[in-house]
């Protein structure tokens, strides 16, 4: 069975999205889920999961750490989701950079 990935579509550019950053190693694009005013993921090139990106986060965790300052100068958050249970939709890892106020019943 082969496994269809949509980050590796978008990582390669065979997927539309809204990227943001890109260099070799990642692509960070927004998320489209808008719980919050800035949402956005980042993704390594090479197909990897939440626990390998996350025992050695190197450059990606460095991207997601630049896209935060830059983006959310007031405060931001990085965070992964792992497995069903914790609402992971996508075998590929990824980091989730998030900032803004809530939106909602949490503004």
């Not at 269809?4 to 890109?22: D, G, Q, W």
């Not at 719980?35 to 025992?55: E, F, N, S």
């Not at 991207?63 to 007031?74: F, R, S, T």
């Amino acid at each position: 069975m082969v496994y269809h990935c949509l980050f590796c579509e978008i990582a390669a550019k065979r997927s539309p999205t809204e990227i943001v950053y890109e260099d070799e190693e990642v692509v960070v694009f927004r998320n489209r889920l808008r719980w919050v005013p800035v949402m956005l993921l980042v993704v390594p090139r090479q197909h990897v999961t939440q626990q390998d990106l996350w025992r050695n986060l190197g450059h990606a965790g460095e991207v997601a750490i630049q896209m935060g300052e830059k983006l959310c100068p007031d405060g931001f958050r990085l965070l992964s989701n792992f497995g069903p249970d914790a609402l992971q939709t996508q075998q590929h890892g990824h980091i989730h950079v998030l900032g803004g106020a809530w939106l909602g019943e949490y503004a």
